[in-house]
């Protein structure tokens, strides 16, 4: 797996497990968040190891997850600090 995916991978797990405070969370769903979909969007410049493979399709998918969680997040942080 390209090294991105493998660190968003293990982003998207500490946040699922609460390892972190909500503002931490929000503040690490925003900052990663940019990385994954930056990832995605540069797609032609992704390693041949990912392009059109699993290993793509497996990566989308955990941005799908990664955004569910950040999401969740986010309304957390929002519906505190409002």
Do not use: Y
Request: hydrophobic letters at 40%; one cysteine or more.
């Amino acid at each position: 797996a390209h090294p991105s995916q493998k660190r968003c991978c293990k982003v998207a797990h500490n946040l699922g497990a609460g390892q972190e405070t909500l503002d931490g969370a929000a503040r690490t769903s925003f900052l990663h968040g940019q990385t994954v979909i930056a990832l995605i969007n540069r797609d032609p410049l992704l390693p041949i190891e990912i392009l059109g493979s699993d290993a793509f399709d497996e990566m989308h998918a955990q941005m799908v997850t990664f955004d569910k969680l950040g999401r969740e997040i986010w309304a957390k942080f929002l519906s505190k600090n409002t």
